[in-house]
């Protein structure tokens, strides 16, 4: 997926073949490699953007990185979806355990039919490389992508407006 004019040296900087292909690959081992911790907790958001902005403010207050990520974090970079729906957020915790200490923490309950997941981040990165939009702290465009697309049918149109929108041809 990568090319170089040059084995080493100064002009051996990586290029990218076929932008569109590395963003399918990346999403198909995001996929695979997805952690499966994850808990629901019950929120009554009528407007989700501006409770998860919020719900950020409480985690930042109890030192807890965090990013929204798939129809949440879609409806800021590229909206498209009329319901924003599920709501998913990433947090500093890698474990069950901890997920629901967090949770507590910012005063979410537990609820098995919960609108709002809380999954651990997915790399050690944790926050560094997710911008703020509008308030609002964001996954990478291409774990977004990624998460979109892991969400049935709506989310695959979804995410292809969100590569569309970020200029990366199908």
Not at 40 to 55: H, S
Not at 111 to 136: I, Y
């Amino acid at each position: 997926l990568l090319t170089a004019d040059a084995a080493r040296g100064r002009n051996s900087r990586r290029k990218i073949l076929d932008s569109d292909q590395l963003l399918d690959t990346y999403a198909a081992a995001a996929a695979r490699l997805r952690n499966p911790e994850s808990i629901r907790v019950g929120v009554l958001w009528r407007n989700p953007v501006r409770g998860a902005i919020e719900l950020g403010g409480r985690l930042e207050s109890h030192g807890v990185a965090w990013a929204t990520t798939g129809a949440l974090a879609a409806e800021q970079l590229a909206p498209y979806l009329t319901e924003v729906d599920p709501c998913e957020v990433y947090v500093d915790g890698g474990s069950l355990p901890e997920l629901r200490q967090i949770a507590r923490e910012v005063g979410l309950d537990e609820a098995a039919g919960g609108r709002l997941l809380l999954r651990p981040f997915p790399t050690p990165a944790k926050d560094a490389l997710s911008p703020k939009v509008d308030g609002q702290r964001v996954a990478p465009w291409p774990r977004v992508f990624s998460d979109l697309r892991m969400i049935g049918v709506r989310g695959e149109e979804a995410a292809e407006h969100l590569r569309e929108q970020m200029g990366v041809d199908a």
